[in-house]
């Protein structure tokens, strides 16, 4: 699985945007960008995930440049709630490949009121 | 759909005792994961079992063994327990039938003294 890079923390005001960059310069063409994120105490949690094109669900849009070395999770309206620490993964698709998760140190966001 | 349970949520062992861990991952999945997570290494991938199987494993010693019933429940087994072994372990489940999302349960917080 390629290796990711992501900011170690960052702040965010409640109700602004949230823009958690991840850089994954050495991705292969069949290897997607997954986001979990893990807020206290609880087992990390999927947030979205993405091969090339843009991708938005309830939770979060993701972002990945055209030539695919990064990209960003958008969180539109940062609550309280969403303090947590999300993690950018990069990995093949899931199914005969097996499941396993490789998790670096990820980016500790918290948001404040 | 209850989601994945895992028991117990605490345990407190010492050093060179051996402790058995449990999961039960969603119905219908077919696929569990296990990871440790600890303050310095953070999370890492432990094993992930499948139809009864084990499909991946990752670089942790003989003394983390795993297994998987007809039921898909799982359990992991960590013998002579060394200090080091103190961590959240967590699984995790998948349905395995192409989806991406992982379930993540709340973890078992091990104590070793």
């Known amino acids: 699985d390629a290796k990711t890079t992501q900011p170690p923390s960052m702040d965010c005001a409640e109700g602004r945007a949230a823009n958690l960059p991840c850089n994954h310069s050495?991705?292969?063409?069949?290897?997607?960008v997954y986001w979990y994120r893990q807020i206290h105490s609880q087992g990390p949690q999927y947030i979205i995930h993405?091969?090339?094109n843009n991708e938005t669900n309830e939770m979060a849009s993701l972002i990945i440049t055209e030539d695919r070395k990064s990209s960003t999770l958008i969180l539109p309206h940062a609550t309280l709630r969403d303090t947590a620490v999300y993690y950018c993964i990069v990995r093949v698709a899931t199914g005969a490949a097996g499941n396993k998760l490789t998790f670096g140190g990820g980016t500790r966001v918290l948001v404040k009121p | 759909k209850a989601g994945v349970t895992q028991t117990p949520r605490y345990l407190i062992k010492t050093r060179g005792q051996q402790v058995t861990l449990s999961c039960s991952p969603i119905s219908g999945h077919r696929s569990v994961s296990w990871y440790q997570q600890t303050p310095g290494q953070g999370l890492q991938f432990l094993f992930e079992?499948?139809?009864?199987?084990?499909?991946n494993k990752g670089n942790f010693p003989g003394r983390f063994s795993g297994r998987q019933f007809s039921n898909s429940r799982s359990e992991m087994n960590v013998s002579t327990l060394e200090l080091g072994d103190s961590a959240l372990y967590l699984c995790a489940s998948s349905s395995n039938s192409g989806s991406p999302e992982q379930f993540f349960g709340p973890g078992t917080r091990l104590t070793v003294l």
């Open positions: 079992y499948f139809s009864e199987t084990q499909r």
């Open positions: 993405g091969l090339k």
């Open positions: 050495t991705i292969s063409g069949n290897e997607y």
